[in-house]
């Protein structure tokens, strides 16, 4: 349904060293960068993240969140391992969510800006 996702940042170098880390277990990386904007994805830009002087506010009652698919398990631990390791809250483990689904395996992190993360997998490695 969405072709792309735009999120502005308040300090896009340090949106860039987070976003590396985090999306590179699960399998995505930076394919376009210019002043005020790097592009993320596989195999286009999926996800923009935009300098800019107005970001939005971070609010955790707000239901807003983006989701990351991810190959596996393990892919799923090491993007929230990263998220930890590189200026990231932590907004949930990894592990299975039975209220969520059968084999719903998932890990959540809020990023420097404050918007919520999270990385989902279905299968069983």
Not at 1 to 28: C, W
Not at 101 to 118: L, N
Request: with cysteine.
């Amino acid at each position: 349904m969405l072709d792309h996702v735009s999120i502005g940042v308040a300090d896009q170098s340090r949106s860039k060293t987070f976003y590396d880390a985090v999306l590179a277990p699960l399998g995505y990386s930076c394919l376009s960068e210019f002043p005020g904007s790097l592009g993320y994805g596989r195999d286009g830009v999926s996800l923009w993240i935009l300098q800019t002087d107005r970001p939005v506010p971070a609010d955790m009652a707000s239901g807003l969140h983006f989701c990351f698919a991810a190959p596996n398990r393990n892919s799923v631990r090491a993007f929230h391992a990263a998220a930890l390791a590189h200026g990231g809250d932590d907004n949930g483990e990894a592990g299975l969510r039975a209220d969520y689904g059968d084999g719903y395996f998932a890990a959540f992190a809020i990023d420097p800006d404050g918007y919520r993360i999270e990385a989902y997998c279905s299968s069983d490695d």
